[in-house]
Nanobody, 120 residues
Framework: QVRLVESGGGLVQAGESLTLSCAVS????????VGWYRQAQAPGKQRAFI?????????NFAESMQGRVIISKDDAKNSVYLQLNNLRPEDTDIYYC????????????WGGGVRVTVSS
């Protein structure tokens, strides 16, 4: 069974950077697309796609986040990373790692999420 475990969340100040990690197990990481989503902590808010990385190394980014995020993968560690730069208070959300499926809008697997809080 595919398992995704996020880490690296926390409290940062506006303008700072933060790197989230996603450890993947239970799947062939070499062929699995992995991505990141965010979700506001308000009723009815949907998870929003941030970025994805494919087995080939190709990446895709949401237009709203492009230029402020970097996604990378380490095949030796079965891990994917999301570097968030120039963070803003409105980036305060729960960030989720996702994998498989149609990674950019309907992943097959989800991690439990990690909280990122950006103070002004």
């Amino acid at each position: 069974q595919v398992r995704l475990v996020e880490s690296g969340g926390g409290l940062v100040q506006a303008g700072e950077s933060l790197t989230l990690s996603c450890a993947v197990s239970g799947a062939n990481f070499m062929v699995l697309p992995v991505g990141w989503y965010r979700q506001a902590q308000a009723p009815g808010k949907q998870r929003a796609f941030i970025a994805s990385v494919h087995a080939t190394g190709n990446t895709n980014f949401a237009e709203s986040m492009q230029g402020r995020v970097i996604i990378s993968k380490d095949d030796a560690k079965n891990s994917v990373y999301l570097q968030l730069n120039n963070l803003r208070p409105e980036d305060t959300d729960i960030y989720y790692c996702a994998a498989g499926g149609i990674i950019d809008y309907k992943p097959a697997y989800w991690g439990g999420g990690v909280r990122v809080t950006v103070s002004s």
